[in-house]
């Protein structure tokens, strides 16, 4: 699997001056000899959709949810205009995501109506993938309306997209168990360790409780995910001592990577 980080961070665009890597919205695209998985289409995705140039390989777009974060470059994404693309939108809930789709481009919104795309794509619940040799595990994140996280199983791979999932010490356990011995955890990380109280209804991660959840269900490699987006270099390097100074202190042989626009990693 080539995973490719297109878009990183959460809620809107970064603000950020200092770090000009970490720009874009949720997008990541995991390749595999037979199908192109692409995790949400925040803005990272109209970039993912100006590089791609073989149309031969299926489309699989999953969405997570539908906060604007998520979904603000599917009207802008170029494959939607290509008929040559084979695309196939993935969601649990298919009644849900026929109703959200054309509202996406209603005409108060967007000037192209969902109707007008040049090809209709069949929308499909996760277990369609084993068609292409993925086998899909959704989870019930904790989010306000509602999240799903994903485990790809591929040959003897297994990676998890779980962005906007409120963990805590209350809710953590059921989180061990599923997302227990995985290769590579994609994971909302949207705070570090602020104090205030009232951030901790925002249905965002802090780093420690995912540090925890990393040691807990013994994961293999984390990419804390979904950065907020006034984040700063020094407030990134914070996180990498925290990180650096927990592994050590645990003997633990977590590995982690933060990610940023257009990184990309071999599983
Ligand atoms: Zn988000
Ligand atoms: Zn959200």
């Not at 878009?7 to 595999?32: M, Q, R, Y």
């Not at 791609?52 to 390989?57: E, G, I, N, Q």
């Not at 904790?142 to 799903?148: M, S, V």
């Not at 809710?171 to 061990?176: E, Q, S």
């Amino acid at each position: 699997m080539k995973i490719t980080f297109y878009g990183v961070c959460g809620s809107s665009p970064s603000i950020t001056k200092d770090l000009p890597n970490i720009k874009h919205t949720a997008c990541v695209a995991v390749e595999t000899d037979d199908c192109l998985i692409i995790f949400d289409a925040g803005s990272g995705i109209i970039n993912l959709g100006n590089a791609l140039t073989d149309v031969a390989k299926p489309i699989l777009l999953f969405f997570s949810h539908f906060h604007y974060d998520h979904i603000i470059g599917l009207p802008y994404f170029s494959p939607l205009y290509d008929p040559n693309h084979n695309i196939t939108i993935i969601y649990p809930d298919i009644k849900k995501i026929k109703s959200i789709l054309p509202k996406i481009f209603d005409s108060d919104f967007f000037p192209i109506s969902y109707s007008q795309l040049p090809k209709e794509m069949p929308v499909k619940t996760p277990d369609f993938c084993s068609n292409f040799n993925v086998s899909v595990t959704s989870y019930n994140l904790n989010h306000p309306g509602g999240c799903y996280g994903y485990r790809l199983n591929h040959h003897k791979n297994s990676l998890i997209y779980a962005t906007d999932n409120q963990l805590d010490s209350k809710n953590i356990t059921p989180f061990i168990d599923s997302f227990k011995d995985c290769d590579v955890l994609i994971h909302d990380c949207y705070f570090f360790n602020e104090s205030q109280e009232n951030l901790k209804t925002w249905g965002h991660t802090f780093l420690p409780d995912l540090v925890s959840l990393c040691f807990k269900a013994n994961i293999h490699h984390l990419i804390p995910f979904h950065y907020k987006p006034d984040i700063s270099k020094e407030y990134l390097s914070n996180m990498i001592t925290y990180l650096d100074s927990h592994i050590s202190k645990n003997k633990s042989s977590l590995r982690y990577t933060f990610p940023y626009d257009d990184l990309t990693i071999h599983l």
